[in-house]
T-cell receptor, first 117, second 112 residues
Framework: AQTVTQSQPEMSVQEAETVTLSCTYD???????LFWYKQPPSRQMILVIR??????QNATENRFSVNFQKAAKSFSLKISDSQLGDAAMYFC??????????????FGTGTRLQVTL | DAGITQSPRHKVTETGTPVTLRCHQT?????MYWYRQDPGHGLRLIHY???????DKGEVSDGYSVSRSKTEDFLLTLESATSSQTSVYFC???????????FGQGTRLTVV
């Protein structure tokens, strides 16, 4: 079974600065997807970014980018120019390609990001 | 917005009572999922469905049953609620490239 580990329960960043959230995972598979989800106080789960394991290029979405290190099984999220609205819980998630067309996700325990003025 | 509605949004129930949570989707997605969210565990998959009357277990299915008699509705039932089932429950669908998962707004269930 796959496991996802987020070793930082809480992080803090000043507005306009850059912060990196860590995620490592354990799998014996070669094909999979990785995701970062944001959960603000509203409780809504919002997809931030997605990475396919077969792609060497790191995914980017505006101020959000990832550092995907397949050999090290590491998938960190970098948030640039942090904004107050980025304050939330962030979850790293793994999806095996071997589940066929079912998108069953394995989540980490989350990192709570605080953004200060 | 993936057209997912969960009901109720909040519920308090007593130990031993049956509880049913409803997930309704408006976009005819084949796959639907139920997760629970607990501090220190993130989200964990309870059950999922890959079509009408087609369901399968997830990681934490004990104590839960599901039903899907129509494409748009996926029901999660706690036959006899226990305090350990106090949690926030999320419904999700998957769609699009890479079958990305999109979540409903969650149901906070408290079992007293």
């Amino acid at each position: 079974a796959q496991t996802v580990t987020q070793s930082q329960p809480e992080m803090s960043v000043q507005e306009a600065e850059t912060v990196t959230l860590s995620c490592t995972y354990d799998t014996s598979e070669s094909d999979y997807y990785l995701f970062w989800y944001k959960q603000p106080p509203s409780r809504q789960m919002i997809l931030v970014i997605r990475q396919e394991a077969y792609k060497q290029q790191n995914a980017t979405e505006n101020r959000f980018s990832v550092n995907f290190q397949k050999a090290a099984k590491s998938f960190s999220l970098k948030i640039s120019d942090s904004q107050l609205g980025d304050a939330a819980m962030y979850f790293c998630a793994y999806r095996s390609e071997n589940t066929g067309t079912a998108s069953k996700l394995t989540f980490g325990t989350g990192t709570r990001l605080q953004v200060t003025l | 917005d993936a057209g997912i509605t969960q009901s109720p949004r909040h519920k308090v129930t007593e130990t031993g009572t049956p509880v049913t949570l409803r997930c309704h989707q408006t976009e005819n997605h084949r796959y639907m999922y139920w997760y629970r969210q607990d501090p220190g565990h993130g989200l964990r998959l309870i059950h999922y469905s890959y079509g009408v009357k087609d369901t399968d277990k997830g990681e934490v299915s004990d104590g839960y049953s599901v039903s899907r008699s129509k494409t748009e509705d996926f029901l999660l039932t706690l036959e006899s609620a226990t305090s350990s089932q106090t949690s926030v429950y999320f419904c999700a669908i998957s769609r699009g490239q890479g079958l990305r998962a999109f979540f409903g707004q969650g149901t906070r269930l408290t079992v007293v």
